[in-house]
């Protein structure tokens, strides 16, 4: 491989053949949420190679390793990836494509694992910092909240980390660089599903029932507003309804019509606004055209959200490995979201995104083509090395 001129940690760059070997291998075996299980099996064999202490079984197929110090007690803080794969069948037809049908490594958490075993495996070699590092592999961060299970099973109770930091690839942003702020990063995710409730009837009488599937859209319409109408305009709201369906045949208007979607936030304020906003609508609209609706709304994500203190270590981090000028110090946040907000709820920390390359066909996140930018790994590695240093240099 190529690797750009900056300035890496050293050793990254010299083991940079081997962590892309193992990038390679996890990709080739993806899982998804907490069916982890070899996945799991091949960190904890690396991370007890280099002599950490490992924990498995947290949140099902969870793996967290300590390293400590060799200055002496301090501060511990936590250096968390994500584990799990997506139900997406891969297109790359790489040599390394997905041994596993229908699931594929389409968010680049392949490598993260990667980056984080690599920084696991160089600091192993030198524990030269004062404090207690655990470095947290989680399970299950696409849709079902693995980042909240490994919290309520007692993830910060076992590892009493004072911190702790996330990382992200993030395609867009060239290789090289990296994006970090206090503040809001990612959206909270919340999801939605409104039953209308008609009365069935046949299409050719409408005026004998209650038409569901109107009202359904005049709902789907009227949700629209909620943001444009109800919501600050220097606020951030998203409403998007992204299913819809009812009825069987072409002659039958049906009892029941269902609406489905996602809403995102950063603010709690606006969240409990729009939230409230929606249910109402949604019966409201409805009732004035004959029918009922039932809403079940459901918060599933947090937003993530840095705190002040763990954004200024993590950016002088991250200054130190690609160049302030190659840091960008106010990104504009994402209405994605992410279950590392579970973690950054329990403790102060910080979220950073990693320049992952070009958005051309293999660079989109969630996409069939998505591969891991291998040039990537030796900033990732290096500044997860560098917070380490940053956070723990006091003896």
């Given at each position: 491989?190529?690797?750009?001129?900056?300035?890496?940690?050293?050793?990254?760059?010299?083991?940079?053949?081997?962590?892309?070997?193992?990038?390679?291998?996890?990709?080739?075996?993806?899982?998804?949420?907490?069916?982890?299980?070899?996945?799991?099996?091949?960190?904890?064999?690396?991370?007890?190679?280099?002599?950490?202490?490992?924990?498995?079984?947290?949140?099902?197929?969870g793996v967290v390793a300590t390293l400590h110090g060799k200055k002496g007690p301090g501060k511990r803080i936590g250096l968390r990836a994500d584990m799990d794969a997506l139900d997406v069948h891969e297109t790359t037809n790489l040599p390394y494509a997905s041994k596993h049908p229908g699931k594929m490594h389409a968010c680049g958490h392949d490598g993260h694992m990667t980056m984080l075993l690599g920084a696991a495996k160089i600091l192993a070699e030198n524990p030269d910092f004062a404090g207690t590092v655990d470095f947290i592999f989680q399970p299950a961060e696409e849709n079902e909240g693995g980042g909240r299970e490994m919290v309520k099973e007692g993830l910060f109770d076992s590892h009493p980390a004072d911190t702790v930091y996330g990382?992200?690839?993030?395609?867009?942003?060239?290789?090289?660089?990296?994006?970090?702020?206090?503040?809001?990063?990612?959206?909270?995710?919340?999801?939605?599903?409104?039953?209308?409730?008609?009365?069935?009837?046949?299409?050719?009488?409408?005026?004998?029932?209650?038409?569901?599937?109107?009202?359904?859209?005049?709902?789907?319409?009227?949700?629209?507003?909620?943001?444009?109408?109800?919501?600050?305009?220097?606020?951030?709201?998203?409403?998007?309804?992204?299913?819809?369906?009812?009825?069987?045949?072409?002659?039958?208007?049906?009892?029941?019509?269902?609406?489905?979607?996602?809403?995102?936030?950063?603010?709690?304020?606006?969240?409990?606004?729009?939230?409230?906003?929606?249910?109402?609508?949604?019966?409201?609209?409805?009732?004035?055209?004959?029918?009922?609706?039932?809403?079940?709304?459901?918060?599933?994500?947090?937003?993530?959200?840095?705190?002040?203190?763990?954004?200024?270590?993590?950016?002088?981090?991250?200054?130190?490995?690609?160049?302030?000028?190659?840091?960008?110090?106010?990104?504009?946040?994402?209405?994605?979201?992410?279950?590392?907000?579970?973690?950054?709820?329990?403790?102060?920390?910080?979220?950073?995104?990693?320049?992952?390359?070009?958005?051309?066909?293999?660079?989109?996140?969630?996409?069939?083509?998505?591969?891991?930018?291998?040039?990537?790994?030796?900033?990732?590695?290096?500044?997860?090395?560098?917070?380490?240093?940053?956070?723990?240099?006091?003896?």
């Open positions: 491989m190529t690797v750009p001129s900056c300035s890496p940690h050293p050793r990254a760059t010299e083991l940079v053949d081997e962590f892309i070997t193992w990038r390679h291998h996890l990709h080739a075996h993806p899982e998804t949420a907490f069916e982890e299980h070899l996945t799991s099996a091949f960190l904890s064999e690396k991370l007890s190679s280099f002599g950490l202490d490992v924990k498995t079984g947290i949140a099902k197929t990382m992200h690839n993030w395609p867009g942003h060239d290789v090289g660089t990296m994006a970090v702020k206090a503040g809001p990063m990612m959206a909270s995710y919340d999801v939605f599903e409104i039953v209308v409730e008609g009365k069935g009837c046949h299409a050719a009488m409408p005026h004998l029932g209650h038409d569901p599937i109107t009202a359904a859209g005049q709902v789907l319409l009227a949700l629209q507003t909620i943001v444009a109408r109800n919501v600050n305009p220097l606020k951030s709201a998203v409403i998007s309804p992204t299913q819809i369906f009812g009825g069987d045949t072409w002659n039958v208007i049906p009892d029941i019509a269902t609406i489905r979607g996602t809403v995102r936030t950063f603010d709690p304020a606006v969240q409990d606004a729009v939230e409230s906003r929606l249910i109402e609508t949604a019966q409201y609209t409805a009732q004035a055209l004959g029918c009922k609706a039932r809403v079940d709304y459901q918060r599933r994500y947090p937003a993530t959200i840095n705190s002040p203190a763990e954004s200024q270590i993590a950016l002088a981090a991250a200054s130190k490995v690609v160049g302030t000028d190659q840091v960008d110090t106010n990104p504009e946040p994402s209405m994605a979201s992410e279950d590392f907000a579970f973690m950054l709820n329990a403790k102060p920390g910080c979220y950073i995104w990693i320049g992952n390359g070009p958005t051309d066909g293999n660079r989109l996140l969630h996409n069939a083509a998505y591969d891991f930018n291998d040039d990537a790994i030796i900033y990732g590695v290096s500044y997860w090395i560098a917070l380490v240093n940053e956070a723990l240099s006091q003896a």
